[in-house]
């Protein structure tokens, strides 16, 4: 009895312990939430290889192939991926995934064509979905079809107001669209050596798009506050008008000239300045400044520009002739774009005597030298308005070894006319 007992512990024993070893075997949907985590987490080679062992097992798992597509796709075999993913919309034309897939891939691969057509097919089989409705928009704007484009938005913004995508698209087709622009700006410059000088300029104008670039005429009005002047005697004006000319894709001009009565702007105002593009984001440029008050002041500048990513920088030297011999300065610009053209933030470090506009002072000219600093931002509200804001600090040497310090601020609001 006792060597009975003893075996059918054993035998219970045993039992138990081969059921703690055996391996819990998963369901084709806890697997397939598997291929999805590993996804998730960045193991596409993992993730890819338990998808297969899972279409080995059901074949007829479409929703697995679309998810094996999605893994290809992201990692940019689109080849790899559309062999997957044909395979599952011959059998099932109308699968929901694989139709929105099928969209993703191509808007990936910047396909406008063929997402247009895309987008439409599964608009159509899946209406209540947001994101056909939304590449039918984007692909009519990439092939400069911006009327329907702006059509499709609205048809969006009807059924929901704040879709994000659809708002975000509707304004940078307002902001890259050929449309006229008003602005006001104010800028401030201040110093107190060798006298006290605060000069206050507003200005406001246009920028107006034709067939070969833009023409930007304005108007400055500039105050100086001395104390000692009556407000007409202490201000001036100066009209302007710049016009940038696109000669190519790889070439464009600038042309620009003002004039004044001289007081405390420079009677004439001329400017030409060309530009050279190249591969792999970069630019050169080459031109010429003149300023006339009672004698002629001329400046040649050399420049270099290279996009990178989401900066721009932009390398400029000038070349000016004075009393003592030849006159050299740098300024070295560095912007970073955040989202767009219009929304950026810029530093600028320079050094020599200040070319910059708006020249105001032609005592400005005759120093010895400048070591300037800026910084600026600029910022789109929203499709029509835009706003900006800069300062900037010069330690500049006015005479020999005489110094002073000079502080500068600029803000513009700026409007598109739709």
């Known amino acids: 009895m006792k060597t009975i007992f003893i075996l059918l512990l054993l035998l219970l024993n045993l039992s138990a312990f081969s059921q703690l070893k055996e391996p819990k075997v998963l369901t084709p949907e806890e697997n397939f939430l598997k291929v999805r985590v590993l996804a998730s987490e960045g193991a596409y080679g993992q993730s890819k290889i338990l998808a297969r062992r899972i279409l080995k097992e059901l074949p007829a798992y479409m929703d697995v192939s679309v998810y094996l597509a999605r893994i290809y796709a992201w990692e940019t075999q689109y080849d790899s991926a559309f062999l997957i993913l044909n395979e599952v919309l011959k059998e099932n034309p109308v699968h929901p995934d694989g139709l929105l897939l099928k969209c993703d891939i191509l808007y990936w691969k910047n396909d406008w064509t063929s997402l247009l057509q895309a987008a439409e097919q599964t608009e159509e089989q899946l209406p209540d979905e947001p994101k056909p409705p939304y590449y039918k928009a984007l692909s009519l704007d990439q092939l400069g079809r911006r009327q329907e484009s702006m059509a499709t938005i609205e048809q969006i913004l ?128 080459a031109g010429a400044r003149y300023f006339y008050w009672d004698e002629h002041f001329l400046f040649f500048n050399l420049g270099v520009e290279k996009y990178l990513g989401n900066y721009w920088f932009n390398l400029n030297n000038y070349i000016f002739q004075k009393d003592y011999g030849v006159s050299f300065s740098s300024y070295l610009t560095i912007r970073k774009y955040l989202n767009n053209k219009y929304n950026y933030l810029s530093a600028t470090l320079g050094y020599g005597t200040s070319p910059d506009e708006p020249l105001t002072n032609v005592f400005d000219l005759q120093r010895l030298n400048a070591l300037t600093s800026r910084i600026s931002i600029m910022h789109q509200i929203n499709g029509n308005f835009r706003v900006g804001a800069g300062v900037g600090y010069m330690y500049e040497e006015y005479m020999e070894q005489q110094f002073r310090n000079r502080f500068e601020f600029r803000a513009g609001l700026y409007y598109k006319i739709n």
Request: hydrophobic content about 40%; glycine content about 8%.
């Open 158 to 285: 009807t059924k929901d107001t704040e879709n994000s995508e659809a708002l975000h698209l509707k304004q940078q087709i307002i902001l890259n669209s050929e449309k006229p622009e008003v602005f006001v700006q104010y800028f401030s410059d201040n110093f107190q050596q060798p006298y006290l000088r605060r000069w206050h300029m507003l200005t406001a104008g246009g920028i107006i798009p034709y067939s070969k670039g833009t023409v930007s005429p304005y108007l400055n009005a500039g105050h100086l506050i001395d104390g000692g002047s009556t407000f007409v005697q202490s201000s001036a004006i100066q009209l302007n008008a710049d016009a940038y000319l696109l000669l190519s894709e790889k070439n464009y001009m600038l042309f620009a000239y003002g004039i004044s009565n001289g007081v405390y702007f420079p009677v004439h105002r001329a400017m030409i300045n060309a530009w050279q593009v190249f591969s792999d984001g970069w630019a050169l440029s």
